[in-house]
């Protein structure tokens, strides 16, 4: 496993570096983050051993069980907490991630500011924007992106870093990516976190600071059965 995951992890840093190229980007200015949820803590060694620092997570228990002692024995490793998150789950999540990617309400919001307040941690803190419109999804519709950032940062006293993103699987990425970024430049964040492992090339090429990358690097996932 170690040989074919540094291949296909030396692969993909290799396809953003391009991207950057033909993006006219400075190279290092899109940051990968490595998906490894459902992968256990022994399949991320491999990724660390090969220089890999950034990981991201769908759900704060998984990340609970697998994460402290890699962190304690690599303390440059920054976690980055990537699928939804509830409110009574604040707690936890300021204490292990360094950055939060799916603040879509108020509720979330306030549960973060008590907690940073509390603990003194000031974790990366992104708005996911639900810029297809799905009701099965997370995320603040993009007409309410910038009234929803202001009151993060008024209200709840947030500092907000940028914007999320993930696209219908069913449509071009592209516009997707582009609404976003145009967002971002009107409300004035300078961090997209888009793209992943089907389209972070085409994220890089609309201006992602961050793309978030699975299967490509770690293989298929094997999700335990349903109850």
Same mark, same amino acid.
């Given at each position: 496993?170690?040989?074919? $995951? ?78 939804? $998150? ?93 609404? $976003? ?47």
């Amino acid at each position: 496993m170690s040989d074919s $995951l540094e291949a296909r992890l030396s692969a993909v840093r290799g396809h953003i570096a391009a991207a950057e190229a033909a993006a006219h980007r400075p190279k290092g200015s899109a940051r990968l983050i490595a998906v490894s949820k459902t992968f256990p803590a022994e399949a991320m060694e491999p990724a660390i051993a090969a220089g890999q620092r950034l990981f991201g997570e769908n759900r704060v228990q998984e990340a609970q069980a697998k994460w402290p002692a890699l962190v304690a024995a690599h303390p440059d490793i920054e976690l980055h907490l990537i699928g939804p $998150l509830q409110s009574n789950k604040a707690r936890e999540a300021v204490a292990l991630f360094d950055a939060i990617h799916t603040v879509d309400r108020d509720k979330i919001a306030g549960a973060l500011a008590e907690e940073i307040t509390r603990q003194d941690k000031r974790p990366k803190l992104f708005v996911q924007v639900n810029t297809g419109l799905e009701p099965q999804k997370a995320g603040i519709a993009p007409r309410e992106a910038a009234a929803f950032v202001e009151r993060c940062r008024t209200e709840h006293g947030l500092a907000i870093g940028g914007l999320m993103c993930i696209p219908p699987a069913a449509e071009a990425p592209g516009p997707h990516f582009a609404l $976003l970024a145009k967002l971002a430049g009107e409300i004035g964040l300078a961090e997209l976190s888009m793209g992943m492992s089907g389209d972070y090339e085409t994220a890089v090429a609309f201006g992602a600071t961050y793309v978030r990358v699975g299967g490509a690097i770690f293989g298929s996932r094997a999700y335990p059965p349903s109850a």
